[in-house]
């Protein structure tokens, strides 16, 4: 500790959670004072709290996609504009994805905090906008080919001084967007959250001290650190290396990307290798060490105690070697705006890497797709721009006791779905169907949870949609015996009838009466489907969750459909049957793609 006084443990639980609640109360106003619907019905938003030395000394119960990678933008414009030169009532913002940011469409907003007349802390959010300009409408072209098709790129910049907004700045932006007024709603409503940050962190250092605090605050960093390496001492030391695949870049459809990494165990420090990952692609799918570090350090939360202080003394027992030019850390203007896609499967990539170092804990892969559409184009009835978003989620993967979930973001992402109501309300488009796709999820002892069955319709206008998905040509692995999540696809459905199956990533555009059907892979099943409840296989059934067919021939489950009841002596003996034909499960891993595992 800095200033060596005694540390009260019960003061030290009280102004740890006290800084935690400051970050959840910043969260729930940059949400509730938004404009747009991806940040007031998809929560693409995040807040966090860092020292002037940019390290996390708190965040909100959000994105990690987000919240890893704000700790980089913090660390960016502390060096930008160094804290004894900033002044109360100052705010800074960013997006430019090699300078600090992650993709243009998140804007960072940090505002120093002043205690006894300097500045000690920073109070951050990071916001997903609806559009920030560039080529198409919600600015995350599938096809773009660099940084400058993706919309209005924003260096560490002053957008307030001693409280005065910079207005010529603040215009220059709003003119280079699609929707300004939503644009300026939703960067108000970070600048409230920010400010309310700061308030309620002086009232902090004004009853506790600021020295006092700020000691406290290290000690919080100091024991994360020390708790999880603790963690990592657990964990045999050794090289676990794993590699997944994207299914193309946007440009290149038929040439998937690899993602390779070796998670490499010492003592009670832990190293993430992506030697072999492959070299950054033309398509906007490459992510900036910003981006890829906030997988891993989703990660070493994922593996650690929950109780231990979420902050970023966490990650001072993790390193990451990102080979330059890899699309892991790509060589600028290479075009980034559709990450989301990689940093997920860079996520699948080492939590697959931690089914060795950590037998029987880790969970079967869940969808390792978000998808992300953006829809836009002219209402005929009113003559505005509009640009709508859409977040659909697949099934969680199987854990080592419990099924999956359905339809439901995991990892390091953390949206909830957009509204139909939402959407049909605002924006020319119908949502004529979104439910559960039977049997998507894996088979197992513990099944893999559902993938989503989607559909739009455009209705009054022509609309232009960045149609991006994945795990069209792999799937969600499953583990010990249990089966993958079945693939995800879609197609157009056109109004006079023909249908246009679609890759996972296109510019499409559809016309009134069109459809477009969206089927977002299941998640992994876990264990041998054989040893499964058959009770739990005919509710399922009844449910609507597995078929028939999948009953008998993947669980080997005999049901009586007259009764619906299971046939325990034909179950028996068909199981058993089953398992002669198939041998004892020998493997680990089971991707699905051609038979291999």
């Avoid at 109501?421 to 999820?441: C, H, K, N, Q, T």
Wanted: hydrophobic content about 40%; glycine content about 10%; aromatic content about 6%.
């Amino acid at each position: 500790m800095s200033g060596h006084r005694a540390i009260d443990p019960v003061l030290l639980e009280v102004l740890r959670n006290r800084l935690e609640a400051i970050a959840d109360e910043m969260e729930l106003t940059l949400l509730k004072s938004a404009a747009s619907p991806i940040v007031k019905e998809g929560l693409d938003a995040s807040a966090a709290l860092f020292n002037i030395q940019g390290e996390t000394i708190a965040q909100a119960a959000a994105i990690p996609i987000h919240l890893g990678a704000l700790q980089c933008a913090a660390q960016r414009i502390v060096r930008a504009f160094p804290p004894e030169r900033m002044r109360d009532g100052d705010a800074f913002l960013l997006n430019d994805p090699y300078d600090g940011g992650t993709h243009l469409p998140d804007i960072t907003l940090a505002l120093p905090v002043f205690s006894e007349g300097r500045a000690v802390a920073l109070a951050c959010t990071m916001c997903h906008h609806q559009d920030v300009g560039g080529r198409t409408p919600g600015s995350v072209p599938t096809d773009a080919t660099e940084l400058y098709q993706e919309g209005i790129i924003i260096p560490p910049t002053q957008l307030f001084r001693g409280g005065e907004l910079d207005e010529n700045l603040f215009d220059l932006i709003k003119r280079n967007v699609r929707l300004p007024e939503v644009f300026s709603g939703d960067l108000m409503a970070q600048v409230a959250a920010g400010r309310l940050g700061a308030i309620r962190l002086r009232e902090l250092f004004a009853a506790h001290g600021t020295e006092s605090v700020l000691d406290y605050i290290d000690e919080l960093l100091d024991r994360a650190e020390i708790l999880t390496r603790r963690q990592v001492e657990s964990i045999p030391d050794g090289d676990y290396p794993f590699e997944d695949y994207l299914d193309n870049d946007g440009i290149d459809l038929d040439r998937r990307v690899k993602i390779a990494v070796t998670v490499r165990v010492r003592g009670s420090s832990m190293t993430f290798d992506f030697t072999g990952t492959d070299e950054q692609v033309r398509g906007p799918f490459n992510s900036v060490p910003a981006s890829t570090l906030s997988a891993v350090y989703y990660a070493i939360r994922a593996i650690s105690d929950p109780s231990i202080p979420n902050n970023g003394g966490c990650f001072r027992a993790v390193d990451a070697v990102l080979p330059e030019g890899s699309v892991v850390n790509p060589r600028p203007p290479a075009p980034v705006s559709c990450r989301t896609a990689t940093i997920k499967r860079i996520a699948d990539a080492i939590l697959g890497a931690f089914v060795r170092a950590l037998p029987q804990r880790m969970p079967a892969a869940s969808s390792g797709t978000l998808l992300v559409m953006a829809l836009g184009g002219r209402d005929p009835a009113t003559g505005d721009t509009f640009v709508a978003s859409e977040l659909a989620a697949g099934g969680m993967g199987a854990r080592p006791r419990k099924d999956g979930i359905d339809a439901i973001e995991t990892d390091v992402s953390n949206c909830m779905n957009i509204p139909v109501e939402s959407v049909e309300m605002g924006f020319p488009v119908r949502i004529s169907r979104a439910g559960l796709w039977a049997d998507s999820g894996g088979a197992g002892q513990f099944r893999g949870g559902l993938g989503l069955v989607k559909v739009f319709e455009a209705t009054g206008a022509d609309i232009m949609i960045s149609h991006r998905g994945e795990r069209f040509a792999s799937a969600p692995w499953g583990l010990h015996g249990g089966l993958p999540g079945r693939s995800a696809r879609a197609f157009i459905l056109r109004r006079d009838g023909r249908r246009e199956e679609l890759p996972s990533k296109q510019m499409i555009e559809l016309h009134p009466g069109d459809q477009l059907w969206e089927y977002i892979a299941g998640g992994a099943g876990y264990g041998d489907p054989l040893e499964r409840d058959p009770a739990q296989v005919l509710a399922d059934v009844l449910d609507g969750k597995v078929s028939h067919e999948s009953a008998r021939e993947t669980y080997g489950v005999v049901l009586v459909s007259e009764s619906h009841a299971v046939d325990e002596l034909g179950t028996k003996e068909y199981r058993e049957a089953i398992r002669r034909r198939r041998g004892p499960i020998t493997w680990t891993f089971d991707r699905g793609v051609d038979g291999r595992r």
